[in-house]
């Protein structure tokens, strides 16, 4: 039942992505009773627009919201987090391409860990729109709360929370987004994710799909470019102030040289900026 939102909303013939498995769900709820950790894990999409989708375990299921700017290890930060339908356990450690349909783009997993609430009735804490909690990630540590904003942010209705790090020692100044920009997976950014799991994008320098699709797509590629070392003085467009790290230096350009063709594709989109 949690999980019908997620599937509505996909077409799991295009896309790589877990459809969910009934039983893992009841198996999972019943396995996740009790305060002891379960499963979180932060996603960095590059999809229209680049954001960063936090999950939580839950029930059997990954409770879900997307934060445009990704999480902040300073207290004073507040980053808004829309929450999304529930996804399937499975998800929590997918990273590739969709190719086409809701949420294209690339998703490469950013963090993954173990929460713990700090509360011990997680779901009075939802109802009431105040989830205090404990991360044990690769990136993020330490006490996290998640508030909900009662339509304070316009269009948002109650969907809208923010995510704020409490002050403890896993606080601090960093930008975690720019500074631990890749995979704790396969340790890439989204051009190694896109160049593994579809190498010929990278030869014929632009997707399969044409229309409007493939223009989508072209963009994101060029994006995935972009976020790699480029030089630090060159506009960084639309991305603003987050996540414009990307791998800089020669690891980040390493894989594109052994692509190939991509390498050209590179050089064509600096020269146009
Ligand atoms: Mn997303």
């Not at 993954?112 to 105040?130: F, M, N, Q, Y």
């Not at 480029?230 to 692509?259: A, H």
Request: net charge positive.
């Amino acid at each position: 039942m949690a999980l019908e939102k997620y599937r509505a909303k996909r077409n799991f013939k295009e896309s790589p992505e877990p459809a969910g498995d009934a039983k893992v769900v009841a198996e999972r709820a019943r396995a996740a009773k009790g305060a002891k950790p379960r499963f979180f894990c932060v996603q960095k999409h590059l999809a229209s627009h680049l954001h960063y989708d936090f999950r939580l375990e839950h029930n059997g299921v990954l409770l879900s919201w997307a934060v445009p700017k990704g999480p902040s290890l300073d207290p004073s930060t507040k980053r808004l987090a829309m929450m999304v339908e529930d996804h399937p356990i499975e998800y929590g450690t997918f990273e590739g391409v969709i190719p086409s349909g809701y949420g294209a783009g690339i998703v490469m997993l950013w963090d993954r860990g173990t929460w713990t609430p700090e509360v011990d009735d997680v779901e009075a804490a939802l109802k009431k729109g105040d989830l205090k909690f404990t991360l044990d990630g690769y990136k993020l540590k330490g006490s996290w709360v998640l508030v909900r904003t009662k339509g304070k942010w316009a269009g948002g209705g109650d969907r809208s929370w923010l995510l704020i790090k409490h002050r403890d020692d896993w606080a601090g100044e960093v930008d975690i987004t720019d500074f631990a920009p890749l995979s704790v997976k396969s340790k890439g950014d989204f051009a190694d994710i896109l160049a593994e799991a579809n190498p010929d994008i990278w030869i014929s320098h632009r997707p399969a799909q044409g229309g409007e699709a493939g223009a989508l797509f072209e963009k994101i590629i060029q994006r995935a470019l972009e976020m790699r070392g480029e030089p630090k003085d060159e506009p960084k467009g639309s991305m603003g102030s987050m996540g414009s790290g990307g791998s800089k230096g020669s690891r980040g350009t390493r894989s594109v040289g052994s692509k190939g063709s991509a390498k050209s594709s590179k050089g064509s989109v600096s020269g146009k900026r």
